[in-house]
């Protein structure tokens, strides 16, 4: 297993000037690690909507490269996502799925189903063209920056240790992050 700091450091290390959409725990530790804050949407209290808004977003910009900051429990509440990601075919997304196995930023309760299904199959199945699974640290280094790179859509899991501290919120509203983002978009930056 991948600490999930580490994780999200390797990403952010490589991000460029890629968008970022992260959902709920991934919206709560990334700002530590964010090179591009401006460009960073965090989405908090909506579960399962990361993947859409990303899809939403990398269609309509195709020139930005966009990286979706997933939790297993969110992207089982929008599975469905997964197909029209593969059916829209946008080049320009990634989709990384941190598996811990919890539902961690409410109160740790287990994902249903842990450690019967494999994300990594079913993007397979919904028409991803780059699939990668990172469970170890030596993995993902040695294929991250191809995972990045590669025209997509790609799908990246990566298997992370929770982060069992208390939850707290994010630092930025949506809200406030979308405003930003639309101001740097627009002045092309």
Same mark, same amino acid.
């Given at each position: $297993?991948?600490? =999930?700091?580490?994780?999200?450091? +390797?990403?952010?290390?490589?991000?460029?000037? +890629?968008?970022? =959409?992260?959902?709920? $725990? /991934?919206?709560?530790?990334?700002?530590?690690? !964010? /090179?591009?804050? %401006?460009?960073?949407?965090?989405?908090?209290?909506?579960?399962?909507?990361?993947?859409?808004?990303?899809?939403?977003? #990398?269609?309509?910009?195709?020139?930005?490269?966009?990286? @979706?900051?997933?939790?297993?429990?969110?992207?089982?509440?929008?599975?469905?996502?997964?197909? /029209?990601?593969?059916? +829209?075919?946008?080049?320009?997304?990634?989709?990384? =799925? &941190?598996?811990?196995?919890?539902?961690?930023? /409410?109160?740790?309760?287990?994902?249903?189903? %842990?450690? !019967?299904?494999?994300?990594?199959?079913? #993007?397979?199945? +919904?028409? &991803?063209?780059?699939?990668? %699974? &990172?469970?170890? %640290?030596? !993995? $993902?280094?040695?294929?991250?920056?191809?995972?990045?790179?590669?025209?997509?859509?790609?799908?990246?899991?990566?298997?992370?240790?929770?982060?069992?501290? *208390?939850?707290?919120?994010?630092?930025? *509203?949506?809200?406030? #992050? @979308?405003?930003?983002?639309?101001?740097?978009?627009? #002045?092309?930056?």
């Amino acid at each position: $297993m991948i600490p =999930v700091h580490n994780a999200l450091k +390797a990403i952010a290390d490589r991000r460029g000037d +890629a968008i970022v =959409v992260n959902t709920m $725990m /991934t919206a709560r530790e990334w700002p530590p690690f !964010t /090179t591009r804050e %401006e460009l960073d949407l965090p989405l908090t209290g909506c579960m399962g909507k990361a993947s859409s808004l990303g899809l939403g977003i #990398a269609l309509a910009r195709p020139d930005r490269k966009v990286i @979706v900051l997933d939790g297993d429990g969110s992207l089982l509440m929008n599975l469905g996502s997964l197909v /029209t990601i593969g059916n +829209a075919k946008p080049k320009n997304m990634v989709h990384c =799925v &941190f598996e811990n196995g919890i539902y961690e930023v /409410t109160g740790g309760q287990p994902v249903p189903g %842990e450690g !019967t299904f494999n994300f990594a199959t079913i #993007a397979r199945g +919904a028409g &991803f063209p780059n699939i990668y %699974e &990172f469970a170890d %640290e030596p !993995t $993902m280094a040695a294929q991250l920056d191809e995972a990045l790179s590669n025209p997509g859509p790609t799908f990246i899991t990566f298997r992370v240790t929770p982060v069992a501290q *208390k939850v707290d919120r994010p630092r930025r *509203k949506t809200s406030e #992050a @979308v405003k930003q983002l639309k101001e740097v978009l627009a #002045a092309g930056r």
